[in-house]
């Protein structure tokens, strides 16, 4: 048997690879960036939980949308601006994401918490105003 088991051979298996995310920006006229992301709650370490003021639950996800100005020396400083979101799954379920400012440091985040479920697909859609210009982007997560 131990011999049947070694013609199965084959390479050996290979520890996991980190796969990196892509890239949560998208560049906006003035010039203006947002950053943004769409994570679990309890994939936050409690002082991150306790400085964006959201509990940490199995049901739940934390939007954060970050406004940048582009610097000429490659920085950026916080953006001023108004923004709404709004979170469908793939049930068509939609969720209107109460949004907060919070300061973090030198930056405003915008975060609010939306509602998933095990294996959920989450469409969020993000609206824009600084500048008196209004604009939209909008990106999908998967749970």
Known sequence: MLLLFAACGGPAPEPARFVPPAPSVVELDGPLRARYNLLPTLALGEAVARE?????????????VALRRPTADGDETTAHG?????AVDLAGRRQQVSLRRVATGDYIDHVGTVRIGVHDTMRVRVGVVAGGRRQEFDFQRNF
Do not use: K, M, N, P
């Open 82 to 86: 108004e923004v709404t979101a709004e």
């Open 52 to 64: 964006y003021g959201v509990a940490r639950e199995a049901d739940s996800a934390l939007l954060v």
